[in-house]
């Protein structure tokens, strides 16, 4: 890019008079920088903030993270989605205790070592927390120097990874690390966004080859969109003397180790309702009936876009309802049976969460 003298000075004045106040930056504690990270991977900022701060509130230190149950873990970051990044979190802290005194270290190498760590969270912790002379390139910071440097490669492929990481490396101002990947950062999230970037208001924009191309729009250049897979799915509220069953997921693939209400995909040729007869025949040795439709529940996720439909099930006649029933469980390591308000306490997948949030509403689980 050319100019490159006068980028870094306008991006650090800029960020001075602009930054947001968010919590970890108060003191740059390294523990608050790393949980904040963690919790910013494909979540945005603003979002965050509410998280952190109840997850901080729970979980002050590295040692009490490390002492936590990982259904508290799961149940404090319960809305943020990705819950691996929550499993990775508590597994680290539990390196942390055994192998650094609870405390995190200040070298990158061992920053990146550890579990949900990868090239851009050490770098933003170790330059953030730090102040080690390290670059941290997140999706906004990719597209500011794109548009900056006019990199014509796609982004999110490595070629394009490796040039904008080479340019953020090229004008990195020594010790000046931890505001100059925040500022990076801040400018794309506030000002060069994907859409709309408000480019009178950029305080770069003198120097930025996209915009002295009339290219903005064009840079950064993308990957081809992934392909959206449409999943029909059923699952079913099990009610027997007052009191729904939940199962606790496997320790393994899609929110593992997170409570659910059983079913499954609706398979060629099956209704909704024979679908969760069928599911919970195979998961949990159930022969229920279905009593009534729910609800349709609809969420999105990354490629996935899920098509839920909800039905109150109950048992046969023949089974006591002074004996709890006990279920033979092929897709599930553990299994309850609770009062309807005790489901709060317990993490879920989103589309059950919002189930229960909309039979909560509507008074059914009160």
């Known amino acids: 890019m050319s100019d490159t003298a006068a980028f870094v000075p306008l991006l650090l004045d800029w960020f001075a008079a602009n930054r947001r106040d968010l919590p970890w930056r108060r003191d740059y504690d390294p523990y608050s920088v790393w949980v904040s990270e963690i919790m910013a991977q494909q979540t945005q900022m603003d979002r965050v903030v509410p998280y952190f701060t109840r997850f901080m509130a729970r979980f002050p230190t590295v040692a009490a993270l490390a002492r936590a149950d990982e259904n508290d873990v799961l149940k404090a970051w319960e809305g943020l989605g ?11 802290a539990r390196i942390l205790v055994a192998t650094h005194q609870g405390t995190l270290p200040a070298a990158y190498d061992a920053i990146r070592a550890l579990p949900g760590v990868g090239d851009y ?53 020594t010790g000046r690390a931890r505001d100059y990947n925040q500022a990076l950062m801040e400018l ?40 959206i897979t449409p999943l029909l799915v059923a699952t079913g509220v099990l009610v027997h003397a007052g009191r729904v069953f939940i199962q606790k997921r496997l320790p393994v693939g899609a929110w593992a180790n997170m409570w659910e209400f059983p079913g499954g ?17 195979e998961e949990t040795a159930f022969p229920v009936e279905a009593s ?21 099930l109950h048992l046969p006649s023949s089974y006591d ?8 469980l092929t897709a599930a390591q553990e299994s309850l049976w609770l009062a309807p308000g005790e489901l709060a306490r317990y993490a879920f997948p989103a589309g059950h969460r919002k189930l229960i949030d909309q039979l909560t509403a509507s008074l059914w689980l009160t």
């Open 321 to 328: 309802p002074s004996i709890t029933p006990i279920p033979t």
């Open 292 to 312: 009534a439709k729910l609800a349709v529940i609809r969420h999105g996720y990354t490629t996935y876009r899920v098509t839920l439909h909800c039905y109150l």
């Open 121 to 173: 969270t050490a770098g933003a912790v170790a330059s953030i927390a730090f102040g080690l002379d390290a670059v941290a390139v997140d999706a906004n910071v990719m597209r500011v120097l794109a548009r900056v440097g006019d990199i014509d490669l796609p982004v999110k492929e490595p070629a394009g990874k490796a040039r904008v990481a080479e340019l953020a490396r090229e004008l990195l101002p």
């Open 265 to 281: 995909r609706i398979e060629t040729g099956e209704t909704p309702q024979e679908a969760i007869i069928r599911e919970f025949a």
């Open 188 to 227: 794309g999230a506030l000002i060069c966004r994907p859409k709309n970037p408000d480019c009178p208001a950029c305080p770069v924009a003198a120097v930025c080859q996209a915009r002295h191309l009339d290219i903005v729009a064009d840079r950064p250049v993308l990957s081809k969109t992934p392909d």
């Open 82 to 92: 990705y819950y691996s990044r929550a499993r990775n979190l508590l597994a680290a």
